[in-house]
């Protein structure tokens, strides 16, 4: 292994990891064009180039609301070796959004998508925004016209491990959205981790369908493969005809819950099609245990669940050699200590349900320029308040039982949705289901389910299924109505959104 760079700079970790031979490949794209270390290398000093004659230096942030493309990866390199703070934005994000990202941040460039750059230039003109420059899909836009006159060498800003790489705004669930500041020495350590539990070696190919604006698609899966100095075969979305297409190809896949559905649901995923995968992994959603149960069947592989957050990257995942258990988020990473406790903070022992919190090397440096939020979600001792319920069981194992926010409180007692959730999934028929709690004028808050059925099973009833929940659970926990739907709303990291789903059900039980 290659001694650790005298920088911390997360480049220079990369770098000190990339192959002696650079033509070997980084990336290929869906349609087959492919990127070696050496372009990676080019091209991200010609863009730190450009960005350093705009003026963009050490500490600046450098906000990216573009389309997925090895040029966006090029241009986050470039921001980590121009020791600026990288700052992506969900591609789903409108105008108002942007703004305040904006407002907040105060980026010194803001690089957007060309058929954008006439409303994005006028607001960030509005936001005192100094330079905005374009990037399309296919290597378009006037970041890459300013950067094709610059020479391929960029001698990459030495960076001390405090010191900021990105900042990511969180979903803004509970409340304006707040940006997660994480360090290169956060990134670094995770990465590691990661690299060596998940066993990555010589030769493997990552299956790259996932967004890069978000923590999974950008700073586990790139940074694991840029780590190991292999490649990726890239591709700008989740197809199930361009998976099944390249799967042969790869060795590692990393995915959603919703991947992994859609996958089984079509024959041509077979146990000879996933023979020759090292790894599945799952993450940024809960895995339904009968997902876990009918991949295994399917392919022999048991997919691998780990838990994460935008303020931390990884904090827990079940064993690569070991017993990967459905249902459960697995182990702490090494380095992370992790506990359960109650709301005064009083720790709690196994199988007792509680809050998440932990500390360890990959923890963020606090909200931007939101002292008092991040002190809020701290303990004295330095442990994170997460705000997701779980347990760990007699094993070890964690389990995430849900979010605190979702917690339903039915006439003074504490509904945890993911237990109710867990018996109707079960239900033959019900593909998954999501509880929610409503305003009651008795109850405070009724307990509620929304369904998707498998196609052709309206013999699943709501009368059906709560008498099941009603056999199985205590009289507060039976959901008071059941709606059906084709589709569980989610948003683009698969995750369901209960928020959504509260608010158009809202006046269920209002009084008439």
Partial sequence: MAPLPASENLYHLFESRFPADRSRPFLETDEGQVWSYTDLEAVSARYARALAGLGVRKGDRVAVQVEKSPENLFLYLAVLRAGAIYLPLNTAYQRGEIGYFLEDAEPTLFVCRPENAAEMRELATRCRVPHLLTLGMRGTGTLPELAAGQPDGFETVPMQREELAAILYTSGTTGRSKGAMTSHGNLASNALILHDLWGFRPGDVLLHALPIFHVHGLFVATNTTLLNGSSMLFCPKFDVDTVIRLLPRA?????????????????RFTRDLAAHMRLFIS????????????????????????????????????????????????????????????????????????????????????????????????????????????????????????????????????????????????????????????????????????????????????DGIIAQVKGELANFKVPKRVWFVDELPRNQMGKVQKALLREQHRDTFKPA
Avoid at 251 to 267: E, I, K, S
Avoid at 440 to 456: C, I, L, S, Y
Wanted: net charge negative.
């Fill in 283 to 462: 993450g940024s959603a809960p895995l339904l245990a009968d997902t876990h149960k009918d991949f295994a069947a399917r392919t022999g592989h048991a997919i691998l669940e780990r838990y994460g957050m935008t303020e931390a990257g990884m904090i827990t995942s079940n064993p690569y050699a070991g017993e990967r258990i459905p249902g459960t988020v697995g182990f702490p990473l090494p380095g992370v200590e992790l506990r359960v406790a109650d709301e005064q903070g009083r720790i709690l022992g196994p199988e007792e349900i509680g809050v998440i919190e932990f500390r360890g090397p990959n923890l963020f440096k606090g909200y931007w320029r939101k002292p008092e939020k991040t002190a809020e979600d701290m303990r004295p001792d330095g442990f994170f308040i997460t705000g997701d319920v779980g347990k760990v069981d007699a094993r070890g194992y964690v389990h995430i039982v849900g979010r605190a926010k979702d917690l339903v409180i039915c006439g003074g007692y504490n509904v945890y949705p993911k237990e109710i959730e867990t018996v109707i999934d079960a239900i033959d028929g019900v593909v998954e289901s999501a509880v929610i709690g409503l305003p009651h004028p008795d109850f405070g808050e009724a307990v509620a389910a929304v369904v998707q059925r498998k196609p052709g099973r309206p013999d699943v009833s709501e």
């Fill in 251 to 267: 060795t590692v896949m990393m995915g959603v819950p919703t991947f992994y559905t859609r996958l089984l649901a079509d024959p």
